[in-house]
């Protein structure tokens, strides 16, 4: 009963530790001569038309349809691109960092917001936390798991996520300019060899996001122009990585740096081929608004989207 109790304290604190059995000691120094790298990352082909679902086969279609294309589907955009195919959003991580600057990664917060997660991607430091919040008044249901493509995936854990009373629910109309609801609280360990998580909505299956556990602070996320940049590196030899979650095939280079160099590595991601989702748009739908055998007014009051 005692050890009971202590779990359910832990579970009122609000934090989701993750840790990696592989986790190594980092070392603070600091770094007088550091080298930088820098470079782009673009998306080789031509990019994926968004996963759409038909929201009247969902839980709250009309709150979620908020964010929809104006005809009924949620499109799930997990590859952001420029006109250059240059690819926003991926996590640019360099390994075999053992000492450096201090890695003071602060406790990432994913939002539910417009039945979305938010952000996409993020990074978590090994043995530390993320924090899982509901800032919309319908509920969810977070579905964790660990991935690996040689390992297979492992349920970490699946817990309900209350909807926030703070939002008025009576209107669809209204916005998020409230407080936030009680944090998802769960504590897991990642299996040896596994990185990289996701996290679901068992109602809404449009809601994904994706993280990796990071054991160095020497990694960045490309921007609108797909270019990142990683600073005070100190000299060495190190392997760089680009992690997007729907690309099958990480690229891994090795290099080095000497004192206050400079060094460009470039990434070119494949862009899924071939049929890369079953979660497509249907003209028309198979299912429409009068399989829930009452009116449904689907709007996208928030955003408009576009394939």
């Not at 038309?49 to 009924?72: H, M, W």
Request: a neutral charge.
């Amino acid at each position: 009963m005692k050890q009971k109790r202590v779990m359910e304290i832990v579970v009122i604190i609000g934090l989701l530790w993750i840790t990696s059995s592989t986790a190594f000691g980092y070392e603070v120094i600091d770094v007088t001569d550091g080298a930088t790298i820098v470079g782009t990352v673009t998306l080789k082909g031509i990019p994926p038309s968004p996963k759409a679902y038909n929201l009247v086969t969902f839980p709250d279609p009309e709150y979620c349809g908020r964010i929809s294309d104006g005809q009924g589907w949620r499109l799930l955009k997990d590859f952001v691109v420029n006109d250059h195919n240059q690819l926003q959003g991926v996590v640019i991580v360099v390994e075999g960092v053992n000492a450096g600057k201090p890695f003071s990664l602060s406790i990432p917060k994913v939002e539910a917001r417009d039945c979305q997660f938010l952000p996409f991607t993020t990074v978590v430091r090994d043995e530390h936390g993320i924090e899982v919040v509901n800032m919309d008044p319908v509920m969810h249901d977070i579905q964790a798991y660990e991935t690996s493509l040689s390992q297979g995936t492992r349920v970490l854990f699946n817990s309900p996520l209350p909807f926030n009373p703070r939002h008025q629910r009576e209107d669809i109309h209204a916005t998020h300019e409230h407080l936030p609801g009680k944090s998802l609280v769960h504590q897991f360990q990642l299996s040896k060899g596994r990185k990289t998580f996701v996290m679901q909505c068992g109602f809404h299956a449009y809601m994904e996001s994706w993280g990796i556990a990071v054991d160095n602070p020497y990694f960045n996320f490309t921007n609108e122009r797909g270019e990142y940049v990683i600073s005070s590196l100190p000299p060495g030899s190190y392997r760089i990585r680009a992690w997007h979650p729907s690309v099958k095939h990480e690229q891994v280079y090795e290099f080095s740096v000497e004192p206050n160099q400079t060094v460009r590595r470039d990434f070119s991601l494949e862009s899924p081929v071939g049929r890369w989702t079953a979660h497509t748009i249907r003209t028309p739908p198979r299912f429409s608004a009068a399989a829930l055998g009452h009116p449904v007014l689907i709007e996208p009051l928030v955003e408009h989207q576009r394939p």
